[in-house]
């Protein structure tokens, strides 16, 4: 009777062992993947600040490195400090913020030259639309350039005038 309760374990143990072996390979394949996901969702933060950074005092890219485990962005550096890592997506968070209000307000003060040029061809809506902007964009520029060609003219003309006028 103990040698089948023994033989009943030694296949119950053998089943667990198995079983431990399997999903212990799959656990392994899900943290590989995790990581792999960590890595690229870095490197691509990085890539985003890297290009955030031309012509402007921001400089972030410096500080969000993730080229290897040990930079700022790097898989090593959560797991050495936490907070720092949050830290630094902050500062990334922040600077995209500050680039979607200066958009923003851009689009805005775009809109109000239209407004007072009285440009009614312009969509206003589409000044704060990345795909639409450049179209609007042209067509203020346009006008602009028009209206600065028209007052040379105007102001030239009116110089002429009064140098005839007053000899």
């Known amino acids: 009777m103990i040698s089948v309760l023994n033989r009943i374990l030694n296949v119950l143990i053998a089943i667990v ?8 390979y799959k656990l392994y394949d899900r943290r590989k993947e995790l990581r792999e996901r960590a890595d690229l ?14 012509h402007s005092p921001t400089a972030i890219a410096s500080s969000l490195d993730a080229s290897s485990p040990d930079k700022p962005l790097g898989w090593k550096s959560y797991h050495d400090s ?8 902050e500062t990334f968070v922040t600077t995209v913020e500050k680039v979607r209000t200066q958009r923003d307000n851009l689009g805005a003060k775009l809109a ?13 809506a589409a000044l704060n639309n990345p795909e639409m902007y ?13 209206f600065y060609k028209r007052d040379q003219f105007l102001t030239k003309h009116l110089i002429e005038t009064a140098q005839q006028l007053d000899p």
């Open 41 to 54: 969702l870095a490197s691509r933060i990085f890539d985003a600040a890297k290009k955030l950074d031309p």
């Open 82 to 89: 936490p907070e720092q890592y949050k830290k630094n997506l």
């Open 134 to 146: 450049k179209g609007e964009y042209n067509k203020i520029e346009q006008h602009l350039i028009t």
């Open 17 to 24: 062992a198995i079983l431990t072996v399997v999903f212990g």
């Open 112 to 124: 109000e030259l239209a407004k007072i040029f009285e440009l009614t061809n312009v969509n206003t």
